[in-house]
T-cell receptor
């Protein structure tokens, strides 16, 4: 089944404790992206990647890191999480840049 | 700058009513894509439709229909004979074009639709 998977789905952590949210797609998509969803703001792009080893900042990249060492994986790293990063995070992928993006199931992160 | 406005924060209807979700967008580009996604209570984002800026033909898919009007920069979504399963948050999004395969979706704030029995 073609899909985007994220792990973990739920995470509660404390300020400053490094964490990684994994994202994987099995559709051989070139483009992958991370968004965060906050009430009243819709979804905003954090980082994106057009291909392996090619990543760039979206609209709200502060406090996040990403890497794209393999085509299928695009982990999101929070090196020192803060409470304002409490949010619902979505990974998305598309075949190429202008194609429809398909989203993972979301990761609900709470930073205390 | 690109922007998507969904002015209706919440809509509440009774089952079998028709409901229209409004979406107004702003862009200076002549080539762009518009999308609707559904987010049911379970939280995932489900792709509903993509429209490119050169295709103003309205689309119907079962009880769903979309009205794209470039003259008013609107891409409205109508659910006919709504059902309880339609209860969800609906997002309208604009694809911001860029060179080299870049693809960023600009989302509206979403409209929460509650369909009551």
């Amino acid at each position: 089944e073609a899909q985007v998977t994220q792990n973990p789905r739920y995470l509660i952590t404390v300020t400053g404790k490094k964490l990684t949210v994994t994202c994987s797609q099995n559709m051989n998509h070139e483009y992958m992206s991370w968004y965060r969803q906050d009430p009243g703001l819709g979804l905003r792009q954090i980082y994106y990647s057009m291909n392996v080893e090619v990543t760039d900042k979206g609209d709200v990249p502060e406090g996040y890191k990403v890497s794209r060492k393999e085509k299928r994986n695009f982990p999101l790293i929070l090196e020192s999480p803060s409470p304002n990063q409490t949010s619902l995070y979505f990974c998305a992928s598309s075949l190429w840049g202008r194609d429809t993006q398909y989203f993972g199931p979301g990761t609900r992160l709470t930073v205390l | 700058a690109q922007k998507v406005t969904q002015a209706q924060t919440e809509i509440s209807v009774v089952e079998k009513e028709d409901v229209t979700l409004d979406c107004v967008y702003e862009t200076r580009d002549t080539t762009y894509y518009l999308f609707w996604y559904k987010q049911p209570p379970s939280g995932e984002l489900v792709f509903l439709i993509r429209r490119n800026s050169f295709d103003e033909q309205n689309e119907i898919s079962g009880r769903y229909s979309w009205n794209f009007q470039k003259s008013t920069s609107s891409f409205n979504f109508t659910i006919t004979a709504s059902q309880v399963v339609d209860s969800a948050v609906y997002f309208c999004a604009l694809s911001e074009p860029f060179g080299g395969g870049y693809n960023k979706l600009i989302f509206g704030a979403g409209t929460r639709l509650a369909v009551h029995p």
